[in-house]
């Protein structure tokens, strides 16, 4: 069974340009997260979706951040325009949800690297 | 709140040593879960186990094991005869299965082992 896809895997932009990020879930999971993991951190949750509707973007910076899950598939996350300090990885996750009346595993990506400088 | 702490920041032993992941958790919530992932340097997280909080059962797993205490809030992590490959950042998370956070998980900072060999 293929993982959690994520592109690009590494980049580097200057402060006030745009960045997109790519994912694309495991098969079936209609759950689906983004994560933004600053070095010597644990993970910290973007947004979380449920198919292709958001469940929680309260801990997303509306301002500078976006991010869409277009027919509950592939979801993009998009920062216009970085700052210095979203240097970080980003992860995106997916999860069956409920299935089976409990919370179910969170399966991750590799992470996309981005260097703000 | 919901809140985990992973208070050993980094631990070193050599192989073939055991070694206990500590994580304390807070919650006001009678049902919730907890996790443990590994991320190894190649920086995909990896799951290890959940624990919802009706189940007090400790768990083996080869050399893993977790030994989990309401009356305390913790939830620990053992590796028995550590080895090389060991080597990561374990982190503990909580989750829940209702309300705005449904799904969400909550990281520690997490925990860099190192085994020498």
């Known amino acids: 069974e293929a993982g959690v896809a994520q592109s690009p895997r590494y980049k580097i932009i200057e402060k006030r340009q745009s960045v997109a990020f790519w994912c694309n879930p495991i098969s079936g999971h209609a759950t689906l997260y983004w994560y933004q993991q600053i070095l010597g951190q644990g993970p910290k949750l973007l947004i979380q979706f449920q198919n292709n509707g958001v469940v929680d973007d309260s801990q997303l910076p509306k301002d500078r951040f976006s991010a869409e899950r277009l027919k509950g598939v592939d979801s993009t996350l998009k920062i216009q325009p970085a700052k210095l300090e979203d240097s970080a990885v980003y992860l995106c996750?997916?999860?069956?949800?409920?299935?089976?009346?409990?919370?179910?595993?969170?399966?991750f990506g590799p992470g996309t690297r981005l260097t703000v400088l | 709140a919901q809140k985990v702490t992973q208070a050993q920041t980094e631990i070193s032993v050599v192989e073939k040593e055991d070694v206990t992941l500590d994580c304390v958790y807070e919650t006001r919530d009678t049902t919730y879960y907890l996790f443990w992932y590994k991320q190894p340097p190649s920086g995909e997280l990896v799951f290890l186990i959940r624990r919802n909080s009706f189940d007090e059962q400790n768990e083996i797993s080869g050399r893993y094991s977790w030994n989990f205490q309401k009356s305390t809030s913790s939830f620990n992590f053992t590796i028995t005869a550590s080895q090389v490959v060991d080597s990561a950042v374990y982190f503990c998370a909580l989750s829940f299965d209702r309300g705005s956070t449904l799904g969400r998980l909550y990281f520690g900072r997490g925990t860099q082992l190192t085994v020498w060999p």
């Open positions: 996750a997916s999860s069956q949800g409920l299935a089976g009346g409990q919370v179910n595993e969170q399966f």
